[in-house]
């Protein structure tokens, strides 16, 4: 999604400037599902620790598994009632 391209694209551009975090209890908001765990496992790693995504891939299952741990909340609406955008 673009929330976990802008975050690689900020780990791109900064090799040199050490770690950076979100501030404390940061929210990510989607405009659609997250396909795999690795989004959101980018996502926690620099300090978001709730996200808000729509349902629908094949893999959301590993996504809400990945975010039972105590440090993620994962709120989740149907793609086809809560997508940001259609086709």
């Not at 900064?14 to 908001?29: E, N, V």
């Not at 995504?53 to 893999?59: F, L, W």
Request: charged share 20%.
């Amino acid at each position: 999604g673009a929330i976990t391209a802008a975050v690689g694209q900020l780990e791109a551009a900064s090799p040199g400037m050490g770690t950076w975090q979100f501030p404390r209890h940061a929210i990510a908001s989607g405009n659609s599902y997250f396909p795999s765990p690795d989004g959101v496992a980018l996502l926690q790693r620099h300090g978001i620790d709730i996200v808000y995504a729509t349902s629908g891939s094949e893999r959301d299952a590993e996504v809400r598994e990945f975010c039972k741990n105590p440090d993620m909340i994962l709120l989740q609406m149907p793609d086809s009632r809560a997508r940001g955008f259609t086709h």
